[in-house]
């Protein structure tokens, strides 16, 4: 770091070297005074002592000693004020640099703590203040992206809400106006809007703790082979029904790793249960398992609709469905994607969609580090 970018960047230098110039300019004014104008004041005293000459000797000494005092105390006041006069443009040009940014500052964060997130204060200079202001900007950014966020849910929450809400209102209606007949079909469509209410309340605690990073983890040495069996095996009557085929490629001897099986099992159903939702008939699905230097990936490959690369950037976003009526007839709110991501996270691996386009189907690949 050179000599400039240190001064520039700290502001303990800047203080010291603006007293520095204070000290130098009242030396240099001293010097300068005691040089020119004192000379010239002494001449004149001196003068006006030698008019008195003619006086006793004592008397004239107290005169000389009288005048010198003087002669000093003028040069020194006239060096004094020079100083002073320095002194306070320096020492208000440097409050300037340092109090009013910090005054912006305490401004602005009243704001930010009145609700106006879009409150940011100008950064000026590379020194710790410029550093603060800084990092003010950036919490004031966090908090509106917090808060935008939080907003966001609330819509969100209430959208979901309300489909399952008026679709139960609707059918109440026709039963009291005698419109829908009261029979079991009528009340099984009011259970089943009930068990999707009941199934998002759900959700929405499992995706609050996970977007906490409260989602409990029971970490445990478990066989990737075992935990892929587990899921496959409660998921193959469904696959049956659907006459889609359930493939398993794993590879032999797949190392054990640190996990929580519950939540890896959670995983792996909401994954595989996608894939089959997502997969027509005569369609299949593979799940293949292979380990690598340090690493295990866990790959859900379907044949089914595929997903186009717009919104692929998006799947793992809370509440996102590419095919809302699609995704909400199977029962999906589009938050599974956001939890499975969360607990992957929390394991220390990754999880990621890549898809060649639409009707060519989908892969979703975990990967897992085997020393977390
Ligand atoms: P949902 O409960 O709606 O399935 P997810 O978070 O599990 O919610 O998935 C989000 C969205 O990602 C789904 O609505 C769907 O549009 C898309 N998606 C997920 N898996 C697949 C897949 N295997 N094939 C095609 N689209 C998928």
New binding site residues.
Partial sequence: MNLMTTLRQRIGWKLFISYLIIILVGVVSLAITAEFIAPSALDRHMASMSVMMSGNMGGMMGDLTENVRRAINEVLLIAALAATATAVLVSSFVTRRIVRPIEEMTEASRRIADGHYDERVIVVGEDELGELAGSFNQMAHTLAQTEERRRQLIGDVAHELRTPLSSIRSVMEGLVDGVLPAESATFLSVQSEVSRLQRLVHDLEELSRAEAGQIPLEMELVDPATLIHTAAERLRPQFEDKNVQLLLELAPDLPKLRADSERMTQVLL??MG??L???PAGGEVAVIARAETGTITIG?Q?S????VPE?LDH??ERF????KS???A?????????I?EHIIEAHGGSIS?T?PGPNQG?T?SITLPLDY
Wanted: charge should be positive; charged fraction near 15%.
């Fill in positions: 909401n994954l996608n894939a939702q997502y997969t859900v379907d089914g609709i595929g997903i919104h799947i793992f996102y469905r590419v095919d699609r995704s909400r199977g029962g999906g709110s589009g938050i599974g994607l956001t499975s969609a898809s989908s979703f």
